[in-house]
């Protein structure tokens, strides 16, 4: 059981090269999250996917596009790469607990170790 | 907009010492809030919720309080160790299926 599964771990991309992050979950889970994090400001959410066929746009979607590939995997995708879009990233899943479980209705994340992306 | 504020400079304490960290937010009436750890170079992981019915939730050295009148949530880890050295998020509900994180703080514990 891996959890949530993230690739690259390292990325350099010259300013308008194109590239995607790959995120996989083996747990089963509906909903998946693309966060990246910056210093001082926090993880910020870019797309989300609450079930498998459906994304959403969260608080930062701009440069950036997704793939809800099926249940299991979630892509994001920079098409043109920009400096602002040096960052790390990170992809999570949403944890079902059970029902009269202590976090049930809550959106308990797991996520991956994240993608460290360079744009120049 | 809705806003959670967390101290942006690192906490340092001796070890065995009580930590506290503070997480504050504004135009905001959460049904519960989360603390979450990282670790450098790695991604957050979940510790504790609370929800906006409970005063207190404890777990092994961990204690979270929840003051729904102050907008404000405090996390505590006591007999601090040098292990317990990490980043920890503050995290609201953000609308249906979202997560708001704040920025961190860092604990270090010296030993």
């Known amino acids: 059981n891996a959890g949530v599964t993230q690739t690259p771990k390292f990325q350099v991309l010259k300013t308008g090269q194109s590239m995607t992050l790959q995120c996989a979950q083996d747990?089963?889970?509906?909903?998946m999250y693309w966060y990246r994090q910056d210093p001082g400001m926090g993880l910020r959410l870019i797309y989300y996917s609450a079930s498998e066929g459906t994304t959403d746009k969260g608080e930062v979607p701009n440069g950036y596009n997704v793939s809800r590939l099926n249940k299991r995997e979630f892509s994001l995708r920079l098409e043109s790469a920009a400096p602002s879009q040096t960052s790390v990233y990170f992809c999570?899943?949403?944890?079902?607990?059970?029902?009269?479980?202590?976090?049930?209705?809550?959106?308990?994340?797991?996520f991956g170790a994240g993608s460290r992306l360079t744009v120049l | 907009s809705q806003k959670i504020e967390q101290n942006s400079e690192a906490l340092n304490i001796q070890e065995g010492k009580t930590a506290t960290l503070t997480c504050n937010y504004t135009?905001?009436?959460?049904?519960?809030l989360q603390w979450y750890r990282q670790d450098p170079g790695r991604g957050p992981v979940f510790l504790l919720l609370?929800?906006?019915?409970?005063k207190e939730k404890r777990k092994e050295r961990l204690k979270v309080t929840f003051d729904t009148t102050l907008k404000q949530s405090l996390f505590h880890i006591t007999a601090s160790q040098p292990a317990d050295s990490a980043t920890y998020l503050c995290a609201l509900p953000g609308g249906y299926n979202k997560l708001i994180f704040g920025a961190g703080t860092r604990l270090a514990v010296h030993p």
């Open positions: 609370i929800r906006e019915n409970e």
């Open positions: 135009n905001y009436s959460p049904a519960y």
């Open positions: 999570a899943s949403k944890t079902n607990p059970g029902q009269g479980a202590t976090n049930s209705g809550a959106n308990v994340l797991t």
């Open positions: 747990m089963n889970h509906n909903s």
